[in-house]
């Protein structure tokens, strides 16, 4: 059974950095996309990265520079590293993932079958 479990959610300034971690199991890491999302009060759920299975990751264009994907499968954990923090970031983030092979592109948020608790994020000027 797949389970997403995210934490490292917090306050903080703007300027300052966080990092996002999202405990998996139940994932055959070659065979899923991977991804962060986000949603803020009153907006729609917005994709900030997701990392394919050929490893590539895409990034939404507000947080290129700023926010890095990675994983240590060895330890089964997804992490987003935020530096740069603007009060834009604030929201609720949520780590996700679904099978590569049943997905269409693009890889947006109706496409990830798996999705995590999620973890607040607020950043304050």
């Known amino acids: 059974q797949v389970r997403l479990v995210e934490s490292g959610g917090g306050s903080v300034q703007a300027g300052g950095s966080l990092t996002l971690s999202c405990a998996l199991s139940g994932i055959t890491y070659s065979d899923y996309c991977l991804g962060w999302f986000r949603q803020a009060p009153g907006k729609e759920r917005e994709g900030v990265v997701y990392?394919?299975?050929?490893?590539?990751?895409a990034y939404v264009d507000s947080v290129k520079g700023r926010f890095t994907i990675s994983e240590d499968f060895t330890k089964n954990t997804l992490y987003l590293q935020m530096n740069s923090l603007k009060p834009e970031d604030t929201a609720m983030y949520y780590c996700a993932a679904a099978g590569a092979a049943a997905m269409r592109r693009p890889r947006i948020a109706t496409e990830f079958i798996y999705w995590g608790q999620g973890t607040q994020v607020n950043v304050s000027s």
């Open positions: 990392r394919d299975v050929d490893g590539s990751p």
